[in-house]
């Protein structure tokens, strides 16, 4: 396994990065590390994080590394565990790195000195302070982002403007693009194409190349706008 | 005698932390039904672990530009693209458990430059890479894919490269150009030529041009005209350069299909002052010009 590691880790050192050669290497190279038993397992719940940004880093700086034990393996291992832990260390205290004491004196905006904790608004008081505005909106807003989603499915079902009825194949006005969006779009589970054509009495490929070609930049139109709106 | 061998040496884990699910979460409460929900929220994590990947490699990603992180796009369609800038868009589909075959959603658009299978287990914590799979020219039907016939990652890597050598010609509807490709007044400028005899300029055209030093300089002007369909004009035209008159003699321009079979080619003869070739391309279709002089030649490839 060493020789093997090693002839890999070279195969990465000598192309540019980025360069497609040293991206091929590197993930034949990430393959086998990411089996080799010993690398740091944890519940922490910074540790996929973590991982996530140590792969990163072994894909940046495997050319740094130096063997510092006999085994090429080990010393591999090491190297990589030892970021992996710091990284989860890092990641977890900025929460604490930022406590603050509330009783630290601070000006308040007549420049008079007075504490954090005299400034912070009262958790009982029933008014909204324009300091907690932003977090107040922030709320009411998810409340109706989480419609978003009914309201799509309303504005196409509605079809105010009869922009998605009024296209359809010359010769099958039943076809329109509305009735494919609710079957092939919003129906959980989506019809087949094949079972729709069939019930349409259409061929495939009529179907197909009227959805791909008309009802598809519409309905993009109508996500477009919708994603506008807040 | 039995090995103690990897059991499935060529696939990569990537991790999904924390950040990944709370982006599949904000997305997934915006759908109207769990099942749309799933959708939205392994279409996440997929892109992310895609996103994650390539970081890992130093291929330059944009996370939030794709259909995916748009949140009406995302609730009217089924999609998970991401993003590669200069590249095209890469979509990085879910694989449950059990399934064999990734079915292609009937609303993608033919803009894809290819698919990755993203293998999900019960266990949320991890995905596993299957595999690429290069796009497909335009069909009749939804496609499928089956899992066993993806290629490997490093096909993907070959395709991301050889797409940043070519000129995207796509970018050059959005007003995104390759810093070689000057507009023509500018190119044309410091030679003899005025412009009002080259281009007649269209709304819905765009022209670009380049200098080209085959031991003379030539100027190679391109013209991408949108039709109404899927389809492009294209013009390209070669002017003398260094303030000459007449082409030079005997310089040939070649057209090569996406296969590399000449499509079609001239020559300037004695006293030229210009030479053009049209014709039409679809969408995701490549070319390649070349321009020779006696030994010399040069070859730019396109894509549209």
Same mark, same amino acid.
């Given at each position: 396994m060493d020789e093997q590691l090693k002839k890999l880790i070279t195969e990465v050192c000598c192309y540019p990065d980025p360069s497609p050669e040293r991206q091929k290497a590197l993930n034949r190279l990430l393959m086998v590390i990411q089996q080799l038993s010993g690398i740091y397992q944890s519940g922490h719940q910074d540790y996929l994080e973590a991982l996530n940004q140590t792969w990163e880093w072994v894909s940046r700086k495997v050319c740094e590394f130096e063997v510092r034990s006999p085994s090429f393996q080990q010393s591999l291992i090491i190297w990589i565990n030892g970021y992996l832990k710091w990284r989860i260390k890092d990641l977890y205290t900025p929460d604490s790195k930022y406590t603050i004491s509330l009783d630290r004196p601070i000006r308040n905006y007549e420049g008079d000195e007075t504490t954090l904790l005299n400034i912070l608004p009262d958790r009982q008081s029933p008014s909204i302070t324009l300091d907690l505005l932003d977090i107040k909106i922030a709320q009411i807003q998810e409340v109706e982002r989480q419609c978003l989603g009914d309201r799509i499915r309303q504005y196409i079902e509605q079809d105010e403007e009869g922009k998605l009825t009024a296209s359809h194949p010359r010769k099958n006005p039943e076809c329109h693009c509305q009735l494919l969006a609710m079957r092939l779009l919003l129906q959980q589970p989506a019809h087949k194409i094949a079972d729709l054509a069939r019930?349409?009495?259409?061929?495939?490929?009529?179907? =197909?190349?009227?959805?791909?070609?008309?009802?598809?930049?519409?309905?993009?139109?109508?996500?477009?706008?919708?994603? =506008?709106?807040? | 005698?039995?090995?103690?061998?990897?059991?499935?040496?060529?696939?990569?884990?990537?991790?999904?932390?924390?950040?990944?699910?709370?982006?599949? +979460?904000?997305?997934?409460?915006?759908?109207?039904?769990?099942? %749309?929900? %799933?959708?939205?929220?392994?279409?996440?994590?997929?892109?992310?672990?895609?996103?994650?990947?390539?970081?890992?490699?130093?291929?330059?990603?944009?996370?939030?530009?794709?259909?995916?992180?748009?949140?009406?796009?995302?609730?009217?369609? *089924?999609?998970?693209?991401?993003?590669?800038?200069?590249?095209?868009?890469?979509?990085?589909?879910?694989?449950?458990?059990?399934?064999?075959? /990734?079915?292609?959603?009937?609303?993608?658009?033919?803009?894809?430059?290819?698919y990755v299978g993203v293998q999900f287990s019960q266990q949320l914590d991890y995905i596993e890479l299957l595999g690429f799979a290069p796009a497909i020219a335009m069909t009749e039907s939804p496609q499928i894919l089956q899992i066993a016939q993806l290629q490997s990652l490093d096909a993907l890597i070959e395709i991301i490269h050889k797409r940043t050598l070519l000129i995207n010609l796509r970018q050059w509807v959005t007003g995104i150009f390759e810093p070689d490709w000057q507009p023509p007044e500018l190119v044309f400028a410091s030679n003899f030529r005025r412009i009002s005899t080259i281009t007649r300029s269209s709304t819905n055209s765009i022209s670009r041009a380049k200098v080209i030093d085959l031991g003379r300089q030539v100027l190679l002007l391109v013209q991408l005209t949108a039709?109404?369909? +899927?389809?492009?004009? /294209?013009?390209?035209?070669?002017?003398?350069?260094?303030?000459? /008159?007449?082409?030079?003699?005997?310089?040939?321009? /070649?057209?090569? *299909?996406?296969?590399?079979?000449?499509?079609?080619?001239?020559?300037?003869?004695?006293?030229? *002052?210009?030479?053009?070739?049209?014709?039409?391309?679809?969408?995701?279709?490549?070319?390649?010009? %070349?321009?020779?002089?006696? +030994?010399?030649?040069?070859? +730019?490839?396109?894509?549209?």
């Open positions: 019930e349409l009495n259409i061929s495939n490929q009529t179907l =197909y190349s009227h959805w791909k070609k008309n009802c598809l930049p519409l309905l993009r139109e109508i996500g477009t706008n919708f994603g =506008y709106e807040q | 005698m039995t090995t103690t061998q990897p059991a499935q040496p060529d696939i990569l884990s990537v991790p999904l932390p924390k950040n990944a699910h709370r982006w599949a +979460e904000e997305f997934a409460a915006q759908q109207d039904s769990p099942q %749309k929900g %799933k959708q939205v929220y392994l279409n996440t994590l997929a892109v992310y672990a895609v996103h994650s990947y390539l970081k890992w490699l130093n291929v330059e990603t944009a996370l939030n530009q794709g259909d995916s992180w748009h949140r009406g796009l995302r609730a009217i369609f *089924d999609v998970a693209d991401l993003v590669l800038p200069g590249v095209g868009k890469l979509e990085c589909r879910p694989v449950l458990p059990g399934e064999v075959a /990734i079915v292609l959603p009937a609303s993608m658009t033919p803009d894809r430059i290819g039709t109404n369909s +899927e389809v492009f004009d /294209i013009r390209l035209r070669v002017y003398p350069g260094d303030n000459a /008159i007449h082409l030079p003699a005997n310089l040939q321009l /070649i057209v090569f *299909d996406e296969t590399g079979n000449t499509s079609m080619e001239v020559q300037a003869r004695s006293a030229d *002052d210009w030479m053009q070739l049209e014709f039409s391309c679809q969408h995701e279709e490549k070319f390649s010009v %070349k321009i020779v002089l006696g +030994e010399t030649s040069l070859i +730019e490839e396109f894509v549209v």
